[in-house]
């Protein structure tokens, strides 16, 4: 599978964005989307999830009542609605692929090639 994310950019603190990935092959319904972002310097974490069968969704507490993951089975898609973007959000962000919910990015089998998300303040 190849996962392509899109989406990032410049933003002023408070904007928002949407990033999106997309899936090359259709997903299995034991399949889960995520997104991790890597802030410079640091590394690699957990923002958002979604199961493919059932949709249910999983968030940081950082992410929690800003953003919003969804998945579009009919465009094989995975976006992330981010709102009320602060400048700590800045990063890379990827998204991935796992069959199990893990906020821990060592556990992702499958990963896109991530888009730039600057947030400046």
């Known amino acids: 599978v190849q996962l392509q994310a899109s989406g990032g950019g410049l933003v002023q603190a408070g904007g928002s964005l949407n990033l999106s990935c997309a899936i090359s092959?259709?997903?299995?319904?034991?399949?889960?989307f995520g997104w991790f972002r890597q802030p410079p310097g640091k590394e690699r974490e957990f923002v958002a999830a979604?199961?493919?069968?059932?949709?249910?969704?999983y968030y940081s507490d950082s992410a929690k009542g800003r953003f919003t993951i969804s998945r579009d089975r009919p465009e094989n898609t995975v976006i992330l609605e981010m709102n009320f973007l602060k400048p700590e959000d800045t990063g890379i962000y990827y998204c991935?692929?796992?069959?199990?919910?893990?906020?821990?990015?060592?556990?992702?089998?499958?990963w896109g090639q991530g888009t730039l998300v600057t947030v400046s303040s």
């Open positions: 991935a692929r796992s069959s199990s919910v893990d906020r821990d990015y060592k556990f992702w089998n499958y």
């Open positions: 092959s259709r997903p299995f319904s034991s399949h889960v």
């Open positions: 979604v199961r493919w069968s059932n949709s249910r969704t």
